[in-house]
């Protein structure tokens, strides 16, 4: 299986593609970060992201893609921004007829490190020996992006199972 994560963000934004499955070992298929100039309008900026996010999903055909849920911030700017580029890949993702999930970030962190109050160090060094790096990937935001790839990769599959016997039983009522 092959995921794209999205570490959503206006002014950066991390794509990482991993493939993978649970119990065999994970690839590192392209990672990069969308960078966007805080002097565009917001409208510009996301159609800039959009048109990234259409090219990566031709290029590396992901079978999901997994962006980080939107929690709440003190600085409302920062969600706003972070929100719409959200909202972006989920339409880009669904335009393109790929499943589409979102983890919040202590998920990710317990599927990778085991705890979900792990520290972005903790991650990165995870990150790196799950996909056997030499060095981090850097900025943080490719670091997330990846992360996100592999909780998918981990469980995704295990979520939708569980939605799907959970629908089921409510339908046999």
Not at 44 to 69: G, I, K, N
Not at 102 to 107: A, G, N
Not at 114 to 124: E, I, L, P, T, Y
Not at 140 to 145: H, N, R, S, V
């Amino acid at each position: 299986m092959r995921v794209l994560g999205v570490d959503p963000g206006l002014t950066r934004c991390g794509l990482g593609v991993v493939e993978g499955a649970v119990g065999r070992p994970l690839a590192l298929v392209g990672v990069t970060v969308v960078r966007t100039a805080a002097a565009l309008p917001v409208a510009q900026r996301l159609v800039q992201l959009e048109r990234t996010l259409v090219e990566w999903l031709d290029a590396y055909r992901p079978d999901a893609v997994a962006v980080e849920r939107v929690f709440s911030q003190h600085n409302v700017r920062t969600v706003m921004g972070t929100a719409q580029a959200s909202g972006v890949a989920l339409v880009v993702a669904a335009r393109a007829g790929i499943p589409v999930a979102l983890h919040t970030p202590s998920e990710v962190k317990a599927a990778i490190t085991g705890s979900g109050r792990a520290d972005k160090a903790q991650v990165a060094a995870m990150v790196t020996r799950l996909l056997r790096l030499s060095t981090p990937p850097r900025p943080a935001d490719t670091t997330d992006a990846l992360a996100l790839a592999i909780c998918h990769l981990w469980r995704g599959p295990a979520i939708a199972r569980l939605e799907g016997a959970i629908a089921g039983t409510r339908g046999s009522s």
